[in-house]
């Protein structure tokens, strides 16, 4: 049974950082890709970031460029999220979600598996 349990987020000011960990168990970590989601209160999940396996291959949403780094450690089991110079608008419920395949993707409709998330919230 595939289990991904994110943890690491809270309350932080604007212009600060968090660090999300995302700890997945139930099969073989490092074949699958990753991606980080979101949803604010009243809004739509949205992406934010994916890995390939490997972790060389990354993408992200434009609204978080430049300021959040996805990256996993393939021993530890766990996919991270770096977020810096945080903004008010970035205050939502994050996810992560496992793909069945190596290579990520930007639509949370191609991912299999999903944590139950962790609030981030921004104030300004």
């Known amino acids: 049974q595939v289990q991904l349990e994110e943890s690491g987020g809270g309350l932080v000011q604007a212009g600060g950082s968090l660090r999300l960990s995302c700890a997945t168990s139930?099969?073989?970590?490092?074949?699958?890709?990753m991606g980080w989601f979101r949803q604010a209160p009243g809004k739509e999940r949205e992406f934010v970031a994916t890995?390939?396996?490997?972790?060389?291959?990354?993408d992200y949403a434009d609204s978080v460029k430049g300021r959040f780094a996805i990256s996993r450690d393939n021993g530890k089991n766990t996919v991270y999220l770096q977020m810096n110079s945080l903004k008010p608008e970035d205050t939502a419920v994050y996810y992560c979600a496992e793909r069945d395949t190596p290579l990520g993707s930007t639509s949370g409709k191609e991912y299999d598996y999903w944590g139950q998330g962790t609030q981030v919230t921004v104030s300004s």
């Open positions: 890995v390939g396996r490997l972790g060389s291959r990354t």
């Open positions: 139930g099969r073989t970590f490092s074949r699958y890709a």
